[in-house]
C-alpha cells in the first residue's frame, strides 16, 4: 500500500514559520471544506469510516497524532508530528485517528462538502466493497 505523504514547504524567516496551501498546485483537489478536531479526550479513536469518492489531507498543525490507514488487504499506521506534512487519504480507504496529544490540532482538508452518504462507517461492508473491486482502485491514487 502506497502511503503518501506531502511535505510543505514552509516559508520560514527570523520571524517563523508560515505555510500557505494552494487548492490543485499543493494540494492534488479543490479544497471544498476544512475542519478540524482540537480538545481530543485521551484514548479516543476518532474515524473509523471510509469514504466513496471524498478525498482528504490531514495535517496536524499542532500536536501530534497517529493514523492507522487500511485498504483492506494491508493496513500502515502513519505519526503526523509536524506541521509541514500532509497525510494524502484516498477514497475507499478506512482511517482511524488516535493516540491524540493533549494539544493536538488536526486539520482535514477535503474534496467536497459533508455528505454522509459518501460515508461507509461499517468495517465488514467496507471489506466486501474492496474485495468486490467494484469500485475501482481500491484506495490508491497516485498524483504524478
Ligand atoms: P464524525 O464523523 O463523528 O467525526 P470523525 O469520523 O472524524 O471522528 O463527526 C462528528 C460530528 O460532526 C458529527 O455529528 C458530524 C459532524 N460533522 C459535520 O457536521 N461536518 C463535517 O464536515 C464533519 C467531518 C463532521
Redesign the pocket.
Known sequence: MQVIKYMFQPHGDERGQLIALEEVKDIPFIIK?V?Y?YDTVSGVV????AHKSLQQILICIHGTCKVRLDNGKEKKVIMLEKPYEGLYIAHYMWRE?YDFSEDAVLM?L?SD??H?DD?IRDYEEFLRLVSSGGHGDEGTYDPT
Open positions: 471544506r475542519y478536531m476518532r474515524g473509523k469510516h485517528m482535514v477535503a462538502y459533508y454522509e460515508y
